[in-house]
């Protein structure tokens, strides 16, 4: 299983992590170790994930199943978790060159066409909630758009929206 695990699970961008019935992580795929889940070590899931949890920094789903005993003995959880604030390598540099925006703005922007609320962006990016409406408020004057749909609409099809 080793072998086949680490060339399906290790490649995901999400955090992939079984869990046993007292909270201990078994394993832990790279991106889950990444954020600091070592199975060898005795690490409480509490501890680690759920108070960036709460903090909105992950989406989380955790599904539970009773396992056979011939696999492992119990009652197991497995956590399939990701970040909020991560980065999908979309090219949104010419937002800076041909309308202006600040770097910042264009990390906004990105977060926006994500589907995340002002609230979690706030949290991404360390800065309040008004912070963040202040930057939209300059990200629709300077691309010329009176919602978060046609920023997405205008990146799509430029100016023919």
């Not at 509490?46 to 789903?61: M, T």
């Not at 003995?73 to 925006?101: A, T």
Request: one cysteine or more; proline letters at 2%; aromatic letters at 10%.
């Amino acid at each position: 299983m080793n072998n086949l695990y680490n060339r399906v699970f290790d490649n995901l961008d999400k955090g992939f992590i079984i869990v046993d019935s007292k909270s201990k992580v078994i394993c832990a795929n790279k991106a889950a170790r990444d954020a600091g889940f070592q199975p060898d070590k005795e690490i409480r899931v509490e501890d680690n994930l759920f108070s960036p949890i709460q903090a909105g920094k992950y989406k989380v789903d955790v599904y539970q199943h009773k396992c056979p005993e011939y696999l492992w003995n119990g009652l197991y959880s497995i956590i399939l978790f990701e970040s909020l604030c991560s980065k999908r390598n979309i090219d949104l540099s010419f937002l800076g060159k041909e309308h202006g925006l600040t770097s910042r703005e264009v990390e906004i922007v990105e977060l926006i066409l994500q589907g995340h609320k002002n609230s979690e962006i706030a949290n991404c990016l360390f800065i309040s909630k008004f912070t963040v409406n202040c930057h939209i408020r300059n990200i629709f004057r300077k691309l010329n758009v009176k919602s978060r749909a046609k920023i997405t609409s205008k990146i799509i099809f430029g100016n023919k929206s």
